[in-house]
């Protein structure tokens, strides 16, 4: 079992910045592949980048790629989500997730389903 603890959400302005952290207990974060996914009430869970054990493979959705970067800290046990040039359309509930699949691949393209483990989640509202 691992538990996660998003933080960092908040209000910003359109092409404002946010840093949104991503802190495991119970089990070394090294185990997992991780996540971030984001959710608008009323809309499906959308993926927003995957980071692989070692970070030598990180994925984003089109979306965002150039803007958010995802890094982790294995000796913090934290994971990372800087988003830069906001949208108004990036606002939602975002979400880490753990993977323990033994795939990256499968990990990436599984979709939430394929992780097991999520925190509670944390708002980022941009506003235009």
């Known amino acids: 079992q691992v538990q996660l603890v998003e933080s960092g959400g908040g209000w910003v302005q359109a092409g404002g910045s946010l840093r949104l952290s991503c802190a495991a207990s119970?089990?070394?974060?090294?185990?997992?592949?991780m996540g971030w996914f984001r959710q608008v009430p009323g809309n499906e869970r959308e993926f927003v980048g995957t980071?692989?054990?070692?970070?030598?493979?990180?994925d984003y959705a089109e979306s965002v790629k150039g803007r958010f970067t995802m890094t982790r800290d294995n000796a913090k046990n934290t994971v990372y989500l800087q988003m830069n040039s906001l949208k108004p359309e990036d606002t939602a509930d975002y979400y880490c997730?753990?993977?323990?699949?033994?795939?990256?691949?499968?990990?990436?393209?599984?979709?939430?389903?394929?992780?097991?483990?999520w925190g509670q989640g944390t708002q980022v509202t941009v506003s235009s």
């Open positions: 997730a753990a993977s323990s699949s033994a795939s990256y691949r499968s990990a990436l393209l599984g979709g939430p389903g394929r992780f097991a483990y």
């Open positions: 119970g089990r070394a974060l090294s185990s997992f592949i």
């Open positions: 980071v692989g054990r070692d970070t030598r493979n990180i």
